[in-house]
């Protein structure tokens, strides 16, 4: 068992798309072990996106994210990090296969309705962020 990080993102909660996705989470074998509703702020965004900070599309990146609230998640599962980079698609939509999250729900490659954790490593990172271990129940 492993885990990954997720973000509903505004363009999808936006559209109250949360329980949809959630099931697409779910039905692909991920359990949802933390889930929270929050407005993020500038500066978590900055921060969740540094890698990115040189990216002409850095500012307009962390308004989005910051525009409307987002669900942060832990999700649990085998292989949980390549599982659900495999749901959600890849990151520009109109090259996402079928049944993907951003195939299904994302609007364009800025609003791309979901996030996940690309490695092991960047998962914890992420989850860490925004959850104590005792907010995680597996
Ligand atoms: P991901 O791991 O599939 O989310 O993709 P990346 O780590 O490459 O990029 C992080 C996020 O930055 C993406 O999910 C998009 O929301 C955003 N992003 C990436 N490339 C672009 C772009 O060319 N334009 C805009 N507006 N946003 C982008």
């Known amino acids: 068992m492993s885990r990954t990080f997720s973000i509903i993102k505004p363009d999808a909660t936006r559209r109250n798309l949360t329980g949809q996705i959630n099931a ?4 692909a074998g991920l359990r ?7 407005r993020m702020t500038r500066e978590q965004a900055e921060q969740f996106y540094g890698v990115h900070k040189e990216r002409p599309f850095f ?8 525009s409307e609230p987002v669900v942060v998640q832990v ?3 085998e292989n949980a990090v390549p599982k659900y980079r495999e749901i959600m698609g890849a990151t520009n939509p109109e090259n996402a ?20 954790s690309d490695s092991d490593e960047n998962a ?11 907010q995680i129940v597996g």
């Open 59 to 66: 500012g307009e990146l962390v308004a989005q994210m910051t």
């Open 24 to 27: 697409v989470i779910e039905g």
């Open 124 to 134: 914890a990172i992420e989850i860490a962020q925004f959850f104590s271990d005792d």
């Open 97 to 116: 296969a079928e049944g993907t999250i951003r195939k299904l729900f994302a609007l364009n490659v800025g609003e791309n309705s979901v996030h996940g």
């Open 75 to 77: 999700l649990e599962g």
């Open 32 to 38: 949802i072990v933390a889930q929270r509703r929050i």
